[in-house]
């Protein structure tokens, strides 16, 4: 589990607060891979709040002083954070840079690519403060650790499963269906906002009929009430959460929940819909 609260704002470690190398990312899973690799001598916040779904999420103006003000700007590029672009920061370390991403902004749902992210982000922090750069090569060692044991443990428990195809809330996962042999299929498009057409809904379930899928993900930061109507249509139906980890809640967040322990979360709902043995 994540040692560090999530609150969005910088987290009070002491009381040298000013000494420490100030990183500021866009939103939580960028949050959480700043947080493990700087540790107690980074200070480190979310722009967008705990519980906020971010693709359509939008900076203030004190969201901008902020930046401004910290050393580093953590963004998961990709397209996701459109605003970027006018943010007057320092240093921005865009993770997406090096990897075959496409239009599809989702990376950071693959623990391959993850461990890109966190390379990235290790590499800015270790460059802003290089007096602690062991400090940091082993906080990020020891994560890509846990993201190695991440990817072995998918690909364990979704190695045995008479379906390979499943119906997302949005098209979040296409890199980890990618990785792991899977096909997903999404009601909605890269962000979960906006209206579905009718024609669409159709579309869905009469998809989910034709493969004989009889589980529809939702989110845990999204009205369920579209995924309830689609499993409503459908012989045995019914929701499951599938996170595409774009933010904590606040019970989650109290509970110290993190990015690998809502992986885990998503694998075992996974193979529930896949049928997996």
């Known amino acids: 589990m994540l040692a560090t609260v999530y609150t969005g704002r910088p987290a009070q470690q002491g009381g040298q607060e000013h000494d420490k190398v100030r990183l500021v990312a866009s939103f939580y899973p960028l949050y959480e891979f700043a947080s493990r690799v700087g540790g107690d001598k980074a200070s480190v916040s979310s722009l967008v709040p705990a519980g906020i779904e971010p693709h ?41 840079q090096g990897i075959d991403h496409g239009a599809n902004p989702h990376i950071w749902l693959d623990p391959v690519i993850a461990k890109h992210q966190v390379e990235k982000i290790r590499e800015a922090v270790i460059a802003a403060d290089p007096a602690n750069e062991d400090y940091y090569k082993k906080n990020a060692d020891s ?5 190695d044991q991440l990817n072995s443990f998918i690909k364990l428990q979704l190695a045995d499963c008479e379906k390979s195809d499943f119906i997302a809330f949005h098209d979040a996962f296409a890199y980890f269906a990618a990785r792991y042999g899977l096909t997903q299929h999404a009601i909605h498009d890269v962000s979960p906002e906006g209206d579905i057409l009718p024609q669409k809904l159709q579309q ?12 529809i993900y939702s989110e845990d930061l999204v009205d369920s009430r579209l995924a309830d109507t689609i499993a409503g249509e459908i012989p045995g139906g019914r929701v499951l959460v599938l996170s595409p980890v774009e933010g904590i809640k606040q019970q989650e967040q109290d509970a110290g929940i993190g990015y690998i322990d809502k992986m885990r979360e998503n694998v075992a709902n996974l193979r529930v819909g896949l049928e997996c043995r």
């Open 143 to 147: 994560f890509l650790t846990e993201l």
């Open 204 to 215: 869905v379930i009469s998809l989910a009929n034709q493969l004989g899928i009889n589980v």
């Open 56 to 96: 359509d999420w939008e900076p203030t103006a004190q969201d901008r002083l902020r930046v401004s003000d910290a050393d580093i700007l953590v963004i998961n590029g990709a397209g996701f954070e459109s605003w970027a672009g006018n943010m007057e920061a320092k240093v921005v370390v865009d993770t997406s």
